[in-house]
């Protein structure tokens, strides 16, 4: 009986491998140029002039690597691209591979004389390296070692991670264009949901990391959809104009309980706000079963913006405020705050209550009469004393 394999196990491992050889090869070099070093008489000055040595050579075989290395693209602007989107441009790809011809082209007519041309460039180099006849072999030698190194090394790193950065940057394009095309045809919430998708695909934001099992595999396998969960929103969304439901139905299909059902809801929301219940959307806001019930929530929210009273826009601001300063709510940097940033941006700020304004001048103090035997009346002691009256 086979052994299960570990998922990711393999991927881990050939990495760990990948870096240890190259830290093997680099380190190999630099300890052959160390030992050299010191036995000379200036070792320090060896050891500098051979690190830059060192690093042209792999500057250099790094770039050679990367003009070898350009992934071409696959197809081209009659391969079923969608009107309105950018073809690739292929300048780069045309550079690397002329420059690789004309390279392998030169390199092989000057392949007799190879060893004169290393001799030549190690003669060059050994003063850098403290002088001496015994020091070109060693220059040219470590040339070759590190221009080899540098090439292999950019060779790799162009091959395995260009292709997958250019690939993940034109699937955001798409979005990003896709989403400027539903936003003329009026649009706004799916309009913003593939701007996040696209934002997600960069790494610009976090996502919903719940997907809810309850709708997946919901669609037909004919369906033009993505497929997951997200598919089946965008298809209840797209459908939700030409559904013979009524706000009240959609209304009892989120008060049914289930995550599935609630967020179906949502998705007629989203796609006709005709339905909408704003109840409804601030509990999934407010209570969410989910971070993807509450993503697809705030886009119902976005929705209902411009059919809202000034009340519903008073609750939809506390609601989505409150989950904003939640610790427990809504996480910073995700796209649920891009969302509800978003929202409270298109909502009128509160009103605020005028405070009265103070008096102009000093308050002046309140005048007490004097009374009759008080401190300052004829018997008190700032008033005329019994005594000076009995005396006149």
């Known amino acids: 009986m086979a052994k299960a394999r570990r998922p990711g196990g393999g991927g881990a491992t050939l990495r760990t491998a990948q870096w240890g050889a190259t830290g093997v090869l680099a380190g190999t070099g630099l300890l052959g140029l160390l030992l050299f070093a010191l036995g000379r008489e200036h070792a320090w000055q060896v050891l500098g002039g051979g690190l830059v040595v060192t690093g042209a050579s792999v500057v250099l075989g790094g770039g050679l690597g990367f003009l070898f290395g350009v992934p071409r693209v696959r197809g081209g602007a009659a391969a079923g691209e969608p009107q309105g989107s950018y073809a690739p441009n292929t300048n780069l790809e045309q ?155 959609v209304r009892a299909l989120f008060a049914d309980g289930s995550e599935g059902r609630r967020i179906q809801a949502l998705a007629l929301m989203q796609g006709d706000p005709a339905l909408a219940d704003l109840p409804s959307v601030l509990d999934a806001i407010e209570r969410p079963r989910s971070g993807f019930e509450q993503y697809h929530a705030l886009l119902a929210a976005r929705g209902l913006l411009s059919r809202l009273p000034a009340a519903g826009e008073q609750r939809l601001r506390d609601a989505v405020a409150t989950q904003l300063v939640d610790p427990r709510g809504i996480p910073y940097g995700s796209d649920r705050s891009w969302l509800a940033e978003k929202i409270l941006s298109r909502l009128p700020a509160p009103a605020l209550v005028p405070e009265r304004p103070a008096p102009a001048g000093p308050q002046a103090a309140p005048v007490v009469p004097a009374q009759p035997g008080g401190p300052d009346g004829p018997g008190g002691p700032g008033g005329p004393s019994a005594e000076g009256t009995s005396s006149r």
């Open 95 to 249: 550079v690397s591979d002329w420059l690789t011809k004309v390279l392998l082209g030169v390199g092989l007519t000057q392949l007799g004389s190879l060893g004169e041309r290393l001799h030549d460039l190690g003669a060059a180099l050994a003063p850098a390296l403290g002088g001496g006849r015994d020091v070109a072999p060693f220059a040219a030698a470590l040339v070759l070692y590190f221009l080899v190194f540098g090439f292999l090394a950019g060779w790799l790193v162009t091959r395995l991670a260009l292709p997958q950065a250019l690939t993940e940057t034109d699937q955001a394009l798409d979005l990003f264009l896709a989403g400027q095309d539903r936003d003329r045809h009026g649009d706004k919430v799916g309009a913003d949901d593939l701007r996040v998708r696209a934002m997600q695909q960069l790494g610009l934001l976090g996502g919903s990391a719940e997907r809810p099992a309850a709708l997946a595999g919901q669609l037909p396998p004919s369906s033009g959809a993505p497929a997951g969960p997200e598919g089946v929103v965008a298809e209840v969304r797209s459908t939700a104009r030409r559904s013979a439901l009524t706000a009240d139905q």
